[in-house]
Structures are given as C-alpha cells and as structure tokens.
C-alpha cells in the first residue's frame, strides 16, 4: 500500500483522487478507496466526502470549459468503478426491506443516486438500483413484482419536472411512499414540495426519511392548481415549432450561423430545444426563477467556450414574440432577459 492510499486524512485523499481522475487512472483510483477502507475510513465517508465532491467538482470543470465531455465522461466512469469497488470490499448484509432507486425517465446522470443506493445498502436496506432513465411504466411494472417499502427518485434538472410529477403520481398509485433528491428538485427543495413530495437534500437525509414512514408519507398536497388554464400543455404541444421557427430568425438575423457545420448546428438546436424545455418546467411549477437561474447557467456555459452572452438573447425575445398570449411564460422569458448582463442585453 503506497502512503497515499494509507491516509486518513480525506482532505488529502480528495486532492490525490482528483488528480487520478485527472489522468483517467482508474486503478489508482479505486486503490485509494480501498486504502482509506483499509485504513478504517467508514464506507459511507469515502463515497460522501470523496466520491461525491470530486464528482461535483469533475462537473463544474466541464463546465468551466476546463475537460471535455469525454474526459468527463472517463472520470465518471472512474468514480462508478469505485462505488462498485467500494460496495464489494465492504459487502453489506440487508437486515431492512427492499427500496428501490432509480433516475427519472431522460435522466441520465446516474452517479448521485447510485452513491444514495450504496448508503442505504450501507445502512442495512435492500436495495435495487435501477439506474439511469427509468420509463415510468417499466418502475410501476417492477413494484407491482417485487414488494417496496419505498422508492427514491433522483432528477439533476429541473427541465425533467413535468415527468418527474408523473413518475411520482405513478408511485404512489401503486402505494409505495416516494422520496426524492437532486438539483433538479431545487437545492432547498423549493419544487419537490410544489410537487407535493417528501426530498432529501443528501443521502444520509434520505435514509433518515426512509426509516421515517409517517414523514415520507406527510408531504404536504402538491401546489399545482394552476395547471388547469393549459398553458402548461399548449407551450409543449407548440415546442417544435417554436425551435424552428427560433433557428429560421436566428439565421436571417446572424448571417454566421448559416454556414454552422453539422455539430454546430446539433448544438444549437439542441440550446434552442433546452430553453424551451426550462421555460415549460418553470410554468409547470409556476416559479419563473426556475428559468431565471436556467439562462444564468447557460450563459455562462456558453461564455466559457467563448460564445457572446448576447447569443441567448435573440431566441428568448423571439420566444417572448411568439408567447405574448402565455402569461407565465412571458413573464419568466421576461425575467429571463433581465437576469443577462446588461452588456447582452
């Protein structure tokens, strides 16, 4: 065992894992794990407070335009080996019932759940872990097969709302209690609760809750009334023209953006389609700040891979044009506008 591997200090660990990501040492990775475990480091330590932030931290440098998408997609396979590594050399027995783990439909960021799983395995529960983009139908199908005494739902973007409130209803119909986590949900669980579900800001919150029936089931009723005047389902039935018709402008008005290459124009269509999608969620939930930190967030990836902020101003006043007759979406694609520097707008 080399001395990097026998700390305990996890603060030193952390710096040296990062470093093994960095290099997509996945061997150095996974020895350092087992060293700290060797070294009486608890499980449930190495994967909260070593797995998890370097996970966090893999993210904000894509998103700093430090790594690619495939070296962060080498470093997250990395840290899934190390879970995995980790759960075998512990070998937790269940002496719990059967809660079962899963991402929501077109979910696909599985890491966060999968270290939710292995706590709770941890902390004696039975658990399947479905993994990443869970259909609905195929979720009911299995609780109806196999006894739960709960699910856990994870969503990392608050644009996969609308499903994540069907997935739920579909849960509860089924008479399992559902608790949920993720960003998607907010980061005080703001959206959870306008869905009416219990959340869990991390996982020894969401064990906790999962011991405690009564409050897994006494979520207060979701907050969603305002569904009834449809604007919610016309602002999706009109999504794809809307991204058409947003590409057609964004051409006539940026003659660049006529010569894009094939990826580059994916790439628009695709920012195009994610407005859309934020703006949708944010109506469904009735909170424009959900959309608000949405153009915050994406200006700022687009500005650290040197794309002018003022790029995401033209498609969101063309959405306000094209929405002037959807209140709520007007007003979010308003304060939209308004959160952008100055300088863009």
């Known amino acids: 065992m080399t001395a990097a591997t026998a700390t305990t200090d996890l603060g030193e660990a952390y710096s040296g894992y990062l470093d093994h990501l960095a290099d997509a040492d996945e061997y150095a990775a996974t020895d350092l794990a087992i060293g700290l475990l060797d070294a009486g480091v608890p499980a449930e330590r190495v994967l909260l407070d070593l ?6 931290e893999v993210g904000e440098r894509w998103a700093r335009n430090e790594w690619s998408v495939a070296q962060e997609h080498a470093a997250t396979h990395i840290s899934e080996q190390v879970v995995a590594a980790v759960s075998a050399h512990v070998k937790a027995r269940p002496t719990g019932g059967r809660v079962v783990v899963a991402c929501m439909d077109g979910e696909w960021h599985a890491l966060p759940p999968r270290l939710v799983a292995e706590v709770l395995r941890l902390r004696g529960w039975q658990v399947t872990f479905l993994g990443a983009s869970v259909p609905a139908a195929h979720l009911v199908s299995y609780l109806h097969r196999y006894d739960a005494h709960a699910v856990a739902l994870a969503c990392a973007l608050p644009m996969r709302l609308p499903y994540a409130h069907r997935m739920i209803e579909a849960c509860r119909r089924s008479d399992v209690p559902v608790v949920v986590g993720g960003r998607g949900f907010g980061t005080d ?39 009834a005047d449809d604007e919610y389902a016309s602002l999706v039935r009109r999504r794809g023209e809307l991204i058409d018709s947003a590409l057609a402008e964004l051409r006539e008005r940026v003659p660049a953006a006529r010569a894009y290459t094939a990826a580059q124009l994916d790439a628009t269509v695709s920012d195009l389609g994610h407005i859309v999608d934020f703006l949708a969620a944010a109506v469904y939930v009735d909170d424009p700040t959900l959309f608000t930190e949405f153009v915050e967030w994406l200006s700022g990836i687009l500005g650290s891979r040197g794309v002018p902020t003022g790029a995401v101003v033209l498609p969101l006043e063309h959405y306000a044009a094209a929405l002037r007759d959807f209140p709520r979406a007007a007003r979010a694609l308003a304060l939209g506008c308004a959160a952008l520097p100055a300088t863009a707008r």
């Open 189 to 227: 669980g703001r959206w959870a609760r306008r869905l009416g579900v219990a959340w869990a800001p991390d996982a020894p919150s969401a064990a906790e809750l999962i011991t405690d029936e009564r409050a897994l089931r006494g979520a207060a009723p979701a907050q969603l009334a305002h569904l």
């Open 51 to 56: 797995v998890a932030p370097a996970q966090a």
